[in-house]
Structures are given as C-alpha cells and as structure tokens.
C-alpha cells in the first residue's frame, strides 16, 4: 500500500486515524477517494451539529464526519459525507458506504469478537480501496447486483458457517480472523497463503463474476474459452471430483493455484484474487519508487532472453511483477517467511489475468515502474 503525507509533512498510513505529529484527524475520504488529514471546521456544540465536521482538502464544497462505526467501535477509519445527515446520530446509521454493506456481524460484547471483527473490516476496506482505484464498481445503481458483507460465527453457533459467496453476498467465519485457525487450515490445504484479504479477494472474484461476466454474452463466451464452461460439469459435481481425486499434479501450467483446478468459477476467483495480488503489490512498489524510496538502477527482465521492455500495459504489468516478485520473494526469505509472489505465470494464466484486466476500468491509472 503507498504512504500518504500529512498537511505537516508527516507520513501517514493506510490504518491511520490521527497524525501522530500534529494530532490532526486521518481517515480516508469518501468524498476525494484518498487518505488525508483534515482540519476541523466545525466542533460540537449543544446547538451545533453532534459531531465535528472536517473538510476535505480536495474539495472545498466537501463537509466531512467521522464514520460512526469508527466513532463507537474503531471499526473503521473512513471520513464520510456530512450532508447526507451522517452528522446527525439519530440518522440511519452514520456509517460510511463501506461500512453498510456489512449487513451482519456478530454482538461486539466480548473483546475478542471485537478484535476479530476490527481485523476483517481492516483486510475488507484495504480490498475494497485497491478495488476501486482500478476503476471496479463497489457499490451498485437500482438494477445492478448488490455487494454486501455477513461476518458470522460464534462458539455456540448451531450449524457449521461456510466462507462463500452467493448473489452478491460474501459470507465470512469470524474464525478465519483467528491466525492460529487460519494457519493450520493452510496447512491442511497445501495453501501458499491464506488470509482475510485473500479470502475477500477470492469471494469478490465470485460476485464480480456474476454481475459483470455473466450478464454479457460477448464476455461469457470469452469466459468459457479461457476458463472453462461453468455449467459442464456443474459446481457440485466438480466438488465431488475435486475432493475424490484429491492432488493434482502439474496443475502450474495452466492454474494459479490448486484449488483453481476444481471447476471454471474458482479458476476465475482464484485468477481475480491473483490479479489483485499484482495490482496492489505494483502499485505499492510504483508509488515508492517515484517517491524516490527505491531507487532503481537499470531495466531488470524477468527472462534473460527478453531485453525489450513490452510496450502494452498489460504485458507491461506483468513483466513489472515477475521483477518486483524476485526482489520481494528474497526479502521474505531473508526473514524465514513464505515467498510473496507464489504464483507462476505461463502464457494460460496470462491470458486468464488478461480477460480480467480488460473488466476493469480503461482509465484507472496502470502503475508503471518507470
Ligand atoms: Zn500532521
Ligand atoms: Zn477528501
Ligand atoms: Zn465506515
Ligand atoms: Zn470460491
């Protein structure tokens, strides 16, 4: 994730709701989309609004509040808009437009729930932004499938919760917020990785699946070529196959990862989820880069064979990544972690990550590592 700068010069991070130099409010901003500080331009009074409204330093017109769940549980770090009645505490809710579309969480009575909730709004914000700054819809118009989070679980919850995604709804055990469940769980599955971004990631892929790859035939076509034909076999006897076969070997040369190889809808999750993986991670390295954080000393190809620098964004993307992933990769291993950069990208996968850049907005920023 980039940095951002304080009005005072101080660097600010994404998680951050006060600059620890001048003490001025942090969040990020629902009107100017960025992370930023804010002055205060109207405290609470007894006659006043209830909460202190702060302005957005990109647009004047723009009157900020604190989002409620933020306020009451340090949930979330986002400034939303006071003009919508957010200033108001008897208005709907006050919560920001990321914050409404967790539908269900469970009662934060215990600290524990607390901590589990605070780390899942923490990796889903984090997604959501890197989601939106590629020019993804987050929130839908009248007609258009609804996007909304359930995060459940509890030790006395009847039945079994299972992490997924149906209709636009992308249900999530609050276990999964419990590293030492999330740990042993990768192990159990021969995952390279398993987070809370990743599994946010993953789900998203479902719904972003459904309402823009679904609905278009040009696209479903495009789809079923590269990724396979959903409804042949069907999801559950792909399960069934999946789980009866157990490992399978050589999946590299045309998969992202094992689990991808169950049916067409997880090739495609998993595919999003990698693409995503390449996104944030060169936008970080782009951003810090510029800044003059990385100084870069010459073109480094990711195939010794191929000195050119590609032209197309795309493949550019993807020649950026492979050199940024040796250099990350090393830096895990110099600290005993696992490899940041797990996936391998052959020309199938490439393709695969390619039909999903091509749902993503034309025009959000491509970074580019100069
Ligand atoms: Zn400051
Ligand atoms: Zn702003
Ligand atoms: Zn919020
Ligand atoms: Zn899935």
Not at 138 to 143: E, I, R, S, W, Y
Not at 292 to 300: A, D, K, P, Q
Request: aromatic letters at 8%.
């Amino acid at each position: 994730m980039r940095t951002w700068n304080c009005k005072c010069g101080a660097e600010l991070f994404f998680h951050n709701t006060r600059c620890v130099a001048c003490g001025r409010e942090v969040g990020l901003c629902e009107a100017c989309r960025q992370l930023h500080s804010a002055d205060v331009i109207d405290q609470p009074s007894s006659y006043g609004p209830a909460q202190t409204i702060l302005q957005c330093p990109e647009h004047a017109d723009a009157r900020l509040v604190r989002c409620r769940l933020g306020l009451d549980h340090a949930l979330c770090n986002r400034f939303t808009l006071a003009d919508v009645g957010n200033a108001n505490p008897s208005s709907r809710s006050g919560a920001c437009t990321w914050c409404q579309l967790t539908t269900d969480m469970p009662p934060l009575s215990d600290a524990l729930t607390q901590q589990k909730v605070r780390r899942l709004e923490a990796a889903k914000r984090r997604v959501l932004y890197i989601v939106d700054q590629i020019g993804l819809p987050v929130l839908a118009m009248p007609g258009e499938l609804p996007l909304s989070f359930r995060f459940l679980g509890s030790e006395d919850a009847d039945e079994p919760i299972m992490t997924g995604h149906g209709n636009g709804v992308i249900t999530i055990n609050i276990r999964e917020a419990d590293s030492v469940h999330r740990e042993a769980t990768r192990v159990e599955f021969g995952e390279p990785h398993r987070t809370l971004v990743g599994h946010l990631r993953h789900e998203l892929g479902h719904y972003y699946w459904q309402r823009m790859v679904q609905p278009k035939p040009d696209r479903l076509t495009r789809y079923r070529e590269l990724f396979g034909d959903e409804r042949d076999p069907s999801y559950v006897d792909a399960i069934k196959a999946y789980y009866d076969r157990g490992h399978v070997g050589h999946w590299q040369s045309h998969f992202v990862s094992q689990y991808a190889t169950m049916h067409s809808w997880e090739d495609f999750a998993e595919s999003f989820n990698a693409y995503l993986d390449l996104r944030t991670v060169l936008a970080t390295a782009a951003h810090f880069i510029h800044r003059g954080s990385i100084r870069r000393r010459g073109r480094i190809s990711p195939d010794a064979s191929n000195t050119i620098t590609p032209e197309d964004p795309f493949e550019r993307m993807i020649a950026d990544y492979a050199r940024v992933g040796i250099v990350a990769n090393e830096f895990n291993r110099d600290l005993g972690l696992l490899d940041l950069v797990p996936e391998v990208f052959t020309t199938a996968v490439v393709e695969k990550l390619r039909f999903i850049h091509q749902l993503c907005n034309p025009a959000a920023a491509t970074p580019v590592l100069g």
